[in-house]
């Protein structure tokens, strides 16, 4: 497990011998996750994501980079990235309600993999992390002001790796 993770403790059901469970960097996992393993497939669980407690999992599923799951959700399904889960009120049932990004930013967070910097260009890009990118409208305001200039994103991209 990374060091840059906070994670309380897993329940596998099922034949634990045969599942595997990869968790990215900076994710954040929550206390009493169950994975159900009912096909001895590995369970991925990408960076920067944020799993409540008491969520189910089936195994086999991949949790992709960014995705936030509400506590006690039962995720049956591959999560793409920085979606949002959460229980429906009315039905009682795990659905998708969005995601935490429009498409551009997402991709952009994808390109850069902040989650592979070193210390030091973290720090350098530590705006980054507190503006409220509600749309691409802000990135490129904040690339405007940053030390990053009006540099397009792939350049964006390799200068940041």
């Excluded at 329940?11 to 001895?40: R, T």
């Excluded at 995705?67 to 959460?86: G, L, N, Q, V």
């Excluded at 009682?92 to 969005?98: A, D, E, H, V």
């Amino acid at each position: 497990m990374d060091p840059k993770n906070y994670l309380h403790c897993f329940k596998l059901i099922g034949n634990e011998n045969n599942i595997n469970v990869e968790i990215g960097k900076y994710s954040a996992i929550g206390k009493n996750i169950e994975i159900n393993n009912v096909n001895n497939l590995d369970v991925q669980i990408g960076h920067d994501c944020f799993i409540g407690n008491d969520v189910k999992i089936k195994s086999g599923i991949k949790i992709a980079n960014g995705c936030f799951i509400a506590p006690k959700c039962c995720i049956e399904e591959d999560c793409p990235p920085f979606s949002i889960w959460r229980i429906d009120a009315d039905s009682g049932k795990t659905i998708q309600r969005g995601f935490r990004y429009c498409p551009e930013v997402i991709n952009f967070f994808e390109e850069i993999e902040w989650w592979n910097w070193n210390e030091d260009q973290m720090k350098r890009n530590k705006d980054i992390f507190i503006i409220p990118f509600h749309d691409y409208k802000s990135i490129k305001q904040y690339l405007s002001y940053s030390e990053i200039s009006l540099m397009n994103l792939d350049e964006l991209a390799l200068k940041l790796k």
